[in-house]
């Protein structure tokens, strides 16, 4: 009989609704419950397409006999964390103090009052490696809490007060200058992998924000060291295991330095954030390889994760069934040389072992190989490459597919209305830009309330219970702003405005012009959660940095542009310290110190050939952070474009910044060289 999670919206927790564990969703009345029962809370965090929460699931909560044991002894609370980032964020940072680690499955015992007095992660059914059993934690807890209940509320008690007292210092509200990004960029070169590409060992992860960042610091200041470090680390990274060789869309993480061997979930805002740094790279250098891989991810996106109504599915399962009826993990993604041959023939599959390093022995478990395109010498013929890669393409859509996390995120598809719309522009795909409006749409329609509040989630065009966060505010608008620009259509800036009016409304610290991560009418926990470190994805505080700034540029609106420039203090703080913790953070203040430039275009109409090849133009600068309003003279789409007469009766486009302005032109060459540094 399902329990009370089969009429959540979560994938995650639907996964959970025939567990024999009467699971509770988060709720006031789970608690009230736990206080009337007089019994602690089993709080168990995860994610649908997490590994060892699947894991987890079927060594304890699928067995009867530990669900009846917790179904006696513990009210147990099921949570998405991508659903409940707040949630996740305030117990991950109290196992992280409480233990120096941190991931997920995420096992957390509470108060009735919600404060945590024992943590943990994976527990197995068995004890191992030095891990008791699942059944041995359960027990000790019961036993503390029913034999030695003061010494638990007091823990409970100094764990809430420790965590109260973390409050971030991030010095002050002054955005960063030359002397920070500097130290910035000479940490990040000592930790980079000049052999392998990236930064740091095992694993590792692709540092999106940190290559947007090092693109737009190269566009400002011509820095070849920081060009190199992005161009070299995308090269290695689209080589590797990591990316899908056949089609397209990046992994979670490399599990070695080489980028061989990948986590092999594929999660939306990964591929949101690396196809646009991959637009970027060929914007700024016009690499052929970039072009393919943000092209290929982009279709990726498209292809495997839109959802019917229009938005994107958050992610695909690492594990698959590898045939015989086990799911095993990169089961979909992995070759050995006699499946290439039942699939090639033997000549083809020769060819093929050789271009996509499959060998004998295997570069992952039982004798199976990661795709990749290593670096040989000699020439293959593309035709017959092109020709392997579709007919493997196609054996490998027979196979048993991943599982799909198909539940919308209002963040992550803000970050992939921003990639689509971009690519869309660049390489004159306008199927990409549509599939941005569509998604857009769906954010418009379906997640944003009366006043403009975001949902977190929907799936399947019904919207889930919880209110956006931060980051949903932030990324919703940053894909606004990027659609307004590509697309000339002004009622998207506007709807980016409402957004960004909430968080200057609700979100920012009046005293320091910190963020915080839930509005402040939001459900209170034990601690307002607040990090700006970026890691996975721009952080919420970062994220409304930037599109604050964006924003400020397209309506000369002075409380945004003041709330980007305080936000930005914490990007002077750690900049220097841990700047691959901040990535997005050195990305926006690139743009700040840039400006960023202002480009109006104005023409007869907007299909004007001449028209849209200024605006063309426009979109293809390099200058970090630079806004682009498209129009008709006397156009009120946008205020940039107010007050821009033609020149001689061309269309014209006018670049200003700080308050200065070029001269305004009709030559395309002569606004490229405006743009680009």
């Given amino acids: 009989m399902p329990n009370r999670l089969a009429q959540e919206t979560s994938p995650y927790l639907l996964q959970h609704a025939d567990n024999p564990v009467d699971w509770w969703p988060w709720s006031a009345e789970a608690f009230d419950e736990a206080r009337s029962s007089g019994k602690p809370v089993l709080l168990s965090v995860g994610y649908s397409s997490c590994h060892w929460c699947h894991v987890m699931a079927r060594e304890s909560f699928e067995d009867r006999r530990t669900a009846d044991y917790l179904n006696e002894h513990f009210v147990n609370i099921k949570v998405d964390r991508e659903e409940r980032p707040d949630v996740d964020a305030v ?6 103090a409480a233990t120096g680690q941190g991931g997920w499955p995420m096992t957390v015992f509470l108060t009735a009052a919600g404060e945590p007095f024992y ?13 008791p059993s ?31 007292g973390r409050e971030i210092s991030y010095g002050d509200t002054q955005s960063p200058g030359e002397e920070e990004i500097a130290r910035a960029l000479l940490g990040l070169t000592r930790e980079y992998d000049a052999q392998r590409g990236g930064f ?3 694993p590792k992860f692709p540092p999106s924000m940190v290559i ?50 990948p986590h092999f979930e594929k999660m939306l805002y990964d591929n949101a954030l690396l196809c646009r740094v991959y637009a970027h790279l060929w914007r700024a250098t016009g690499s ?52 290439l041959a039942e699939v090639l023939g033997e000549q083809d599959a020769a060819l093929a072992a050789a271009h996509f390093g499959v060998t004998e022995e295997g570069t992952f478990e039982e004798g199976a190989s990661v795709l990749q395109l290593p670096q040989q010498e000699g020439v293959f013929d593309a035709e017959k490459i092109a020709s392997v890669r579709a007919r493997l393409l196609a054996a490998r859509a027979e196979r048993p597919a991943p599982g799909r996390d198909d539940k919308v995120v209002a963040a992550w598809n803000g970050l992939a209305v921003a990639a689509l719309a971009e690519t869309g522009a660049y390489f004159d795909r306008p199927d990409l830009v549509e599939a941005a409006v569509s998604a857009a749409d769906l954010l418009v329609r379906l997640h944003l309330d009366e006043h403009a509040r975001p949902a977190r989630t929907s799936r399947d065009g019904r919207v889930g219970a919880h209110a956006g966060v931060l980051e949903d505010y932030a990324d919703v608008a940053e894909g606004f702003l990027a659609l307004a620009s590509v697309t000339g259509e002004g009622v998207w800036l506007e709807f980016a405005g409402l957004l960004l009016d909430h968080v200057l409304a609700g979100f920012v610290d009046p005293e320091l012009g910190a ?3 839930t509005a402040a009418d939001a459900e209170r926990l034990i601690r307002r959660p607040q990090d700006p470190t970026d890691n996975a994805t721009p952080s919420g505080w970062t994220a409304a940095a930037g599109a604050l700034l964006g924003y400020a540029a397209q309506t000369g609106s002075e409380p945004h542009r003041v709330a980007a420039e305080r936000a930005l203090g914490v990007v002077k703080a750690l900049g220097p310290r841990v700047p691959r913790f901040i990535g997005w953070g050195l990305a926006v203040a690139e743009a700040l110190l840039d400006g960023p430039r202002e480009v109006a275009v104005v ?42 007469p033609l020149v001689g009766g061309e269309p014209t486009a006018y670049v200003c910044r700080n308050f200065t302005c070029d001269a305004p032109t009709t030559d395309p060459e002569r606004l490229r060289g405006a743009l680009n540094g």
Wanted: charged share 25%.
């Fill in 288 to 339: 052929e390889l970039a072009r393919r891989v943000a092209l290929e991810t982009a279709d990726f996106m498209v292809r495997e994760l839109r959802t019917n109504e229009g938005g994107f599915a958050s992610a695909l399962d690492a594990d698959s069934d590898d045939g015989s009826g086990r799911h095993v993990e990169g089961a979909y993604y992995v070759w050995t040389p006699r499946q």
């Fill in 91 to 96: 117990y991950m940072e109290a196992v992280q």
């Fill in 119 to 131: 943590f943990g992660t994976y527990f197995p059914p068995a004890p191992r490696h030095g891990m």
């Fill in 134 to 164: 699942f059944r041995q934690v359960l027990e000790g807890v019961h036993s503390a809490w029913t034999e030695r209940r003061d010494e638990v509320d007091e823990v409970a008690g100094k764990i809430v007060r420790d965590l109260a």
């Fill in 515 to 517: 963020l915080y991560d």
């Fill in 200 to 202: 740091g060992g095992a």
């Fill in 603 to 644: 023409g007869p109409a907007l299909d004007d050939p001449a028209t849209r090849a200024l605006h063309r133009t426009a979109l293809l600068g390099t200058a970090p952070g630079a806004v682009v309003a498209v129009g008709a003279v006397a156009s009120d789409e946008f205020p940039l474009l107010a007050d821009r």
């Fill in 212 to 261: 947007e960042f090092l693109l737009r610091h190269h566009a400002r200041t011509g820095s070849e060291g920081a060009l190199q470090m992005a161009q070299d680390t995308c090269e290695r990274m689209a080589r590797g295991g990591i990316y899908d060789q056949l089609g397209g869309g990046f992994a979670r993480y490399s599990v070695d330095r080489d980028w061989t061997v």
